[in-house]
């Protein structure tokens, strides 16, 4: 019997995932992933055995690495960012417990709550939230609900699955929500391609981001009540002088 | 004149931190940090350099950076976990603005929420907070604020600080906060000196977490209203199966 390892690799470039996970998978016999995050580490492993498929065939993925496994094979199933944090750790689990498999290590990797707070600053070096914007598992409402709480608890917050095709209003929304209960003037920031080619960052406000153009590439960052802008950095002081 | 590097090492294992922040501490002139971190790293860069003071020299470190930084020399200034989350990175640019130095660049690593929650199974796999209960720099009012709006949220949260030999009794309230208003068979869990020797890990309730012994070397985590506990994993469903 096999193992499955669920590894996340980090934002993209290689370089960002860590030294365990590019051991694990150099001593894989078969790399599993969706197909645009294989294609960012392909060139790494170019004697691997590969089974890649589209989006929303997480369930095929996770079947599929069950039954590599019980042929006896080691398997790397791979995730952007982190293995846990909207990774596939969760759903290979699902799976695993239905199946009765229980061989499975998980690699942590740097998800874009932190990839994406290194290119703004520092917004996320107190208490913080991540909520993600996407209502394909989690209904709106829970959503709206998380928003709100965040608020009130004055917790920095890191927004993923910002919009879409299918909900290009999302972020609009999470603003306006936001915006209840938060000042207009708050300072926010969001990073697009982290750690990829077309990397780019901006800072705005909360009233700002409402016109900005985002979609599942971008990651948002909104700032708590000590949130500051200074030049180009997005910083949420801890408090040692500032 | 030099350039400071501000790193997230991960949770203390060479291996965890990311292959960018090993070939960069591999280029830096000296490296700086809280002496229970550099000698986590020190064997695997024995020709270096190093700065290294107590706890609470947070700003005695930051500005030693700056004052090398401006001799010239290239500073890998090193922290556990992520270079934000509690990290050095927000500190760094506190006195990096007073002093008018800005040429810094923040290296993102594995924080004990991503760690610890690989180690316990994917309680974070949906939306969640990390909140610390450290009331050294974040009045205690606030904190309980964040436990309450967490629970609101209906958040899963990874506990950073849960006690220290100074304040004993801060997961025991926080818990009791958290009871308020989640019921007392909510499952949770903890993780004891994350990727280092010693490690472990303890599944149990939230009312049982109030008589468990913490520390500072510990990450705890509550789970949100789906989280599971399967055999030894603590699994919040993302919604796919179960």
Redesign the interface.
Same mark, same amino acid.
């Given at each position: 019997m096999g193992r499955i390892y669920v590894l996340?690799i980090?934002p993209g470039?290689? &370089?960002?995932?860590?030294?365990?996970a590019?051991?694990i998978l150099d001593e894989c016999d078969i790399i599993v992933g969706y197909k645009a995050y294989t294609e960012l580490i392909r060139d790494h492993f170019r004697d691997k055995e590969f089974f890649e498929n589209g989006m929303r065939g997480?369930?095929d993925r996770c079947e599929k690495c069950v039954e590599l496994a019980r042929e006896g094979r080691t398997v790397g199933l791979i995730c952007s960012g &982190? =293995?846990?944090? !909207?990774?596939m =750790? /969760?759903?290979l689990?699902?799976?695993a417990?239905?199946e009765g498999f229980?061989d499975i290590e998980?690699?942590?990797?740097? *998800?874009a709550a932190? /990839?994406g /707070?290194? +290119?703004l600053? =520092?917004?996320?070096?107190?208490? $913080?939230?991540?909520? /993600?914007l996407s209502d394909l598992? *989690?209904p709106w409402e +829970?959503?709206e609900?998380?928003l709100?709480? =965040?608020a009130?608890?004055? $917790?920095a917050v890191a927004i993923y699955n910002p919009s879409s095709k299918g909900r290009p209003q999302h972020l609009k929304r999470a603003c306006d929500i936001l915006m209840e209960k938060l000042p207009g003037d708050r300072p926010c920031g969001y990073v697009r391609n982290i750690g990829r080619s077309g990397c780019a960052k901006k800072i705005c406000t909360l009233a700002e981001l409402v016109h900005e153009e985002t979609d599942m590439f971008v990651t948002v960052f909104i700032g708590n009540s000590r949130t500051k802008v200074?030049?180009d950095?997005l910083?949420?002081?801890?408090? !040692?002088?500032?």
């Open positions: 996340g980090g470039d290689i &370089d960002m995932m860590t030294i365990r590019k051991k997480e369930m &982190d =293995a846990g944090v !909207y990774g =750790a /969760s759903p689990m699902e799976v417990e239905r229980s998980v690699i942590p990797g740097v *998800t932190l /990839s /707070s290194a +290119v600053g =520092a917004p996320l070096s107190n208490d $913080f939230c991540v909520i /993600s598992l *989690t +829970v959503i609900k998380r709100r709480a =965040a009130d608890g004055d $917790f200074w030049g950095r910083v949420t002081p801890r408090g !040692y002088i500032l």
